[in-house]
Nanobody, 127 residues
């Protein structure tokens, strides 16, 4: 059973930075697709960014230029560096993985395509 455990959330002021981590067990980083999603109260879960098996990262327009996804295969860890945070970035952030999604599907950032999810980590940005 694949397990994903997020960490690194917290409270910051607008313009600040945070780095989220997602430690994976029983999952091969070199295959499939991994991504970050977020969900604010009363809103649907949305894609923040994904990285495919070729190492190509894609981002939602709302975070492009501010957030960076990276991975350390040796540590089985996925990261989300969040810079210039805004109050509208406040949400629960989730790490997700899927073993069978190719690059094209990975790029769509559709939550329904991901089989494995972490428990989430809260990010709160104050103005």
């Amino acid at each position: 059973q694949v397990q994903l455990v997020e960490s690194g959330g917290g409270s910051v002021q607008s313009g600040g930075s945070l780095r989220l981590s997602c430690a994976a067990s029983r999952y091969t980083y070199s295959s499939g697709c991994m991504g970050w999603f977020r969900q604010a109260p009363g809103k649907e879960r949305e894609g923040v960014g994904t990285i495919d098996s070729d190492g190509r990262a894609r981002y939602a327009d709302s975070v492009k230029g501010r957030f960076i996804i990276s991975q350390d295969n040796a540590k089985n860890t996925l990261y989300l560096q969040m810079n210039n945070l805004k109050p509208e970035d406040t949400a629960m952030y989730y790490c997700a993985a899927d073993s069978f999604s190719g690059p094209a599907i990975c790029a769509r950032m559709s939550p329904s395509r991901f089989a494995y999810w972490g428990q989430g980590t809260q990010v709160t940005v104050s103005s």
